[in-house]
């Protein structure tokens, strides 16, 4: 599979993550891009975020499942990572089923 940023089937919502191929049920096609903290060092994000006012992509710290702050806002990468669009996947409207989906 091949994963792309291009303009979203979602209307008004911007850029969008495009797959071209197939994959399976719970694999994962893109990463969020930015830091990981562990739950022990949330007095640093907390101290960065009043630092690092919000980029112009929008990318913001989110939340993980296990609790681990991923902070995007950090200068971006000179080697970025192909993968590193998890940030650009829309959210789709309420009665369209999602055919990505964020964990």
Known sequence: FCISAADSTVPGAGT???LQGRVGPGTVVAFYPGLAYNR???GTLAQKAEALPATANKLAPVRRFDGVFI???GPV???PNLYALGHLVNHPPKDVMPNVMGC
């Open 16 to 18: 969008g993550v495009h």
């Open 40 to 42: 022990e060092d949330i």
């Open 71 to 73: 902070d995007g806002r």
């Open 77 to 79: 990468s000179p080697r």
